[in-house]
């Protein structure tokens, strides 16, 4: 598959969060598509999509991030994030949000790291062993607004490159969920605006994990993961929460 | 009071908040098997949807053809330019005819008129027949849920109430016989109402005919006893077509409750023998809604319910944290449609999931409405001055990478020195939730330090 991709190019975009609270998520990144053949550069600037400042509703603060974001990555063919919501913003926000003369070719082409590893690396397997019960928090903006997987709203069946590709690892067990896709509460400023909601969301989310079984939350987004950890943390829960990028990379593959 | 007040203390409770989400989630999973028993469903979304597009692009046309159709059953059909002549309309109606005792089925469109303080006020006796309906209202509470209106009380609180009010045993919990006593009360209401008003389901335009769906018979009973019934119905209500009912009906009680059709589908041309039918079409700000292209799809609510089923903060936080007469994703974009300086908090009780949208029977856009809302009150300075600070200061530092590794550089010092302070800072998010370990070093310094590109 690297023939096919080596001339390719792919950039890596590491939003803010993951570079200041979960630099190792964008290192895993690096080397498991490194692992499948995909050499991709790292463009540092901007940090951001935007949509911090786009969620709560300010347009005219995030549309320099937008329009920063898509002169950076113009000259590449395809911008891998490990972050299905940074990816969401860029896929169903940015038309809008700039105008359409800014060049938003690329903003079809931004994927989220298992999207891509499925879709384009042509993955189906990730291999290695992660002998561990997990279970797989499908994030909000990854499943309804990326379509990675059937929402249990609708009556349709799509492909879920997120848990295909958990599901392809040794040892690796995934476990049921009582509701399989509730939104952690996480949602950015609503964490903090609506604490007690969310809060109360976030503990229920834990409980279904708990309930399951599970050993490790994963997940395709890490904020949601951070909001979860920390619920984890203060209550003492023995879950971990891990990036599903970490697994990939944890489990070594043989690729 | 802002959303996030009154959620917060309905989430004190946590018992009951638990009690609150489970209850619904229960509805949303009937809700699930039901759809998913229909191997049809989405196509049928697209059809309702489809339908409800063509009627916002036709609506005078079908209104003008459904009265016409209406006159020629012997309906008369009153217009009503906002909620005041709505009231207005239905009081002279029943004034007129010396009536004092009306019963009335479930109608979000007269809760959104404020129909039954206003007939009260002129000394008529207003009676909601749908039981959760009568509930809150002998507790004197509007409704905290559109199809489950009494869903915020459990049966021990509706057995108080009922000892109270209907003279029950006490200690009754048992809902078969507090349903049985609650219609043995309204039996007696029934029998002595002079006028019945019930809501519109459907409106047909080729037929003239009006469509009521209730699981409990009372809007039939309401309306085949006292020999006057007032049906009052949005604009929106309209359909073109009978056979398009067999897409909405479809829809309609698998999407509110999982139901496969509600109990009772009762469609009526004109008057019964001997009696009169008025039918009171409002429009109380439809047509500024269908003007605005973000909001109008938000006229294709059949008010089913479903997205509040699916709502993980209304499940949370209940329907009397939204203080408006809709509440829900779909409340909290018609709420700052009608008042955006009332319900503008409305729009970020919501992380932006969008199961509400994927849940919608008419595909209605909830999550991107909402979002688009958040814009709307920022430019119209409706949103917290805090909250544009905060995006201002984000989007400064973000915008100037060495800025951003200052900022940043900073305060992983302060926070690795002074984690108590940095704790009380992030306060908001410390309330339950530890924070992270913060990395000596951000992916963008390491990288660096490794000489990599």
């Known amino acids: 598959m690297s023939d096919r991709l080596a001339n390719v190019r792919v950039a890596l975009f590491v939003p803010c969060y993951v570079d200041q609270l979960a630099p190792q998520v964008a290192f895993a990144s690096l080397r498991v598509l490194a692992r499948f053949g995909v050499k991709a550069s790292f463009v540092s600037d901007p940090a951001c999509c935007g949509q911090p400042m786009a969620n709560v509703g300010s347009a005219d603060e995030a549309r320099p991030l937008a329009l920063s974001f898509l002169r950076s990555f113009a000259g590449f063919d395809y911008v891998v994030c490990p972050s299905g919501s940074c990816v969401s913003m860029v896929r169903n926000h940015y038309r809008g949000l700039v105008p359409d003369a800014a060049g938003l070719e690329i903003c079809g082409r931004t994927m989220e790291l298992c999207e891509f590893l499925s879709d384009v690396v042509g993955v189906d397997r990730i291999g290695g062993r992660f002998p561990h019960r997990v279970g797989l928090h499908k994030s909000c903006h990854g499943l309804r607004g990326l379509r990675l997987g059937s929402a249990s709203e609708l009556v349709e069946t799509r492909p879920d490159p997120v848990g295909e590709l958990l599901a392809s690892i040794e040892g690796l067990q995934l476990v049921s969920l009582e509701r399989a896709d509730e939104c952690c509460g996480f949602g950015g400023a609503f964490a903090v605006e609506e604490s007690g909601v969310s809060t109360m969301m976030g503990r229920d989310r834990v409980d279904d994990h708990v309930r399951a079984g599970a050993e490790v939350i994963a997940s395709i987004d890490m904020s949601c993961l951070l909001h979860l950890q920390g619920l984890m943390r203060r209550r003492s829960v023995g879950v971990r929460a891990m990036h599903v990028a970490e697994i990939f990379d944890a489990c070594g593959g043989d690729a | ?453």
């Open chain 2, 1 to 453: 009071m802002s959303h996030p007040e009154l959620a917060n203390r309905f989430v004190e409770d946590g018992e009951r908040a638990q009690w609150h989400d489970r209850s619904l989630w229960y509805v949303r999973a009937k809700r699930d098997r039901a759809a998913h028993a229909i191997p049809e469903w989405e196509r049928l979304r697209e059809l309702a949807a489809a339908i409800k597009a063509n009627v916002r692009a036709n609506l005078a046309d079908y209104l003008e053809r459904f009265e016409a159709e209406a006159r020629k059953h012997g309906a008369v059909v009153h217009w009503a330019e906002d909620a005041a002549a709505h009231n207005q309309i239905v009081w002279e109606i029943l004034r007129s005819r010396s009536v004092t005792r009306v019963v009335k089925s479930k109608s979000m469109l007269t809760e959104e008129c404020g129909l039954n303080p206003f007939l009260e006020q002129r000394g008529l006796e207003v009676v909601d027949t749908d039981l959760g309906e009568r509930i809150v209202q002998l507790r004197d509470e509007p409704p905290s849920h559109i199809v489950l209106p009494a869903i915020h009380l459990r049966k021990e609180e509706v057995g108080e109430l009922f000892e109270r009010e209907l003279g029950t045993e006490p200690g009754l919990s048992d809902p078969a016989r507090l349903t049985e006593a609650a219609r043995e009360h309204l039996r007696e209401k029934f029998l002595a109402a002079q006028a019945g008003i019930t809501g519109v389901n459907f409106a047909v335009a080729e037929t003239g005919g009006i469509v009521v769906c209730t699981n409990e018979g009372n809007a039939d009973l309401g309306t085949a006893l006292p020999p006057l019934h007032i049906a009052c119905m949005g604009i929106e209500k309209i359909v073109p077509r009978a056979a398009d009912l067999a897409v909405f009906t479809r829809l309609l009680a698998r999407s509110a409750t999982g139901q496969p059709i509600t109990a009772y589908t009762s469609h009526m041309h004109g008057p019964r023998a001997g009696g009169e039918l008025h039918i009171v079409i409002v429009d109380n700000g439809r047509t500024g809604m269908m003007a605005r292209e973000s909001y109008r799809q938000s006229l294709g609510c059949i008010r089913c319910g479903a997205c509040l089923n699916t709502c993980p903060v209304y499940r949370r936080s209940g329907g009397y944290s939204y203080e408006a007469v809709i509440p829900g994703p779909i409340g909290s974009t018609l709420g700052p449609g009608r008042d955006p300086a009332r319900h503008a908090s409305l729009p970020y009780a919501c992380t932006l999931c969008g199961s509400c949208a994927d849940v919608c029977p008419v595909k209605i856009d909830l999550d991107r409405q909402l979002f688009h809302w958040r814009s709307d009150l920022v430019t119209s300075g409706l949103s917290s001055p805090r909250k544009r600070r905060a995006s201002r200061l984000a989007s400064l530092i973000m915008r100037h990478p060495r800025l951003y590794r200052a900022v940043a550089k900073l305060a992983r010092v302060v926070a690795a020195r002074a984690p108590g302070a940095t704790s009380a800072v992030l306060s908001g998010w410390t309330v339950s939730r530890d924070l992270p370990e913060i990395p000596q070093r951000s992916f963008r310094e390491q990288l660096e330090d490794l000489g990599d590109e």
